[in-house]
């Protein structure tokens, strides 16, 4: 069974700053998936960042990047220049690459402070 | 827009109750899943659906069964409803390709 560890419950950042989300995985799948999503306070879940195993360069989205080492099962979510309206939780999750179950991560509450 | 349409926002049942979650796909996705989230757990899957008919447990499925006879709708059963289901419940789908679409998400109080 896959396992994603998000180790983080809450962090609190200050505006304009980064932050980083640390996640990290297991599997014995090759081919997987792993994936960012944002959960503000009314619930929906926002797609934020996608990153294949054999993707050879980080994922980035805009002010979201993907610090993927493939050897230390790692996958951390880098926000850089932090706004209020980044203030949500923060699921890391993966699929194997033929198998469309996604396994999640405890989740990480970010804070944004003026 | 695409969507996931998940039938209620909130919902309170009573302790035994049978209840039905209806959740609801306009991408014509194969496959659908149903996740409880809970605080410190992040979202644990329920049960998934890769076609019609079709159905797989996933990771907590005990106290669960699930509906799928149309491709669009994939419906979550609480048989008998108890208070340790009090939770919300988020409904998702995906093709073929990595996107996933989630529904809005309901959330069940059993009293």
């Known amino acids: 069974a896959q396992k994603i560890t998000q180790t983080q419950p809450g962090m609190f950042v200050q505006e304009k700053e980064a932050v980083t989300l640390d996640c990290t995985y297991d599997?014995?799948?090759?081919?997987?998936?792993l994936f960012w999503y944002k959960q503000p306070s009314s619930g929906e879940m926002i797609f934020l960042i996608y990153?294949?195993?054999?993707?050879?360069q980080n994922a980035t989205e805009g002010r979201y990047s993907l610090n993927f080492q493939k050897a230390r099962k790692s996958a951390n979510l880098v926000i850089s220049a932090s706004q209020l309206g980044d203030s949500a939780m923060y699921f890391c999750?993966?699929?194997?690459?033929?198998?469309?179950?996604?396994?999640f991560g405890a989740g990480t509450t970010v804070t944004v402070r003026a | 827009d695409v969507k996931v349409t998940q039938s209620s926002r909130y919902l309170v049942k009573r302790t035994g109750e049978k209840v039905f979650l209806e959740c609801v796909q306009d991408?014509?996705?194969?496959?659908m899943f149903w996740y409880r989230q809970d605080p410190g757990l992040g979202l644990r899957l329920i049960y998934f659906?890769?076609?019609?008919?079709?159905?797989e447990k996933g990771d907590i499925p005990e106290g669960y069964s699930v509906s799928r006879e149309k491709k669009e709708r994939f419906s979550l059963i609480l048989e008998s409803a108890s208070t340790n289901q009090t939770s919300m419940y988020l409904c998702?789908?995906?093709?073929?390709?990595?996107?996933?679409?989630f529904g809005s998400g309901t959330r069940l109080t059993v009293v």
């Open positions: 998702a789908s995906t093709g073929v390709d990595y996107g996933y679409t």
């Open positions: 599997t014995s799948d090759p081919s997987y998936g």
């Open positions: 990153q294949g195993s054999y993707d050879q």
């Open positions: 999750a993966m699929r194997d690459y033929y198998d469309y179950k996604l396994s």
């Open positions: 991408m014509d996705h194969e496959n």
């Open positions: 659906s890769y076609d019609v008919k079709m159905k």
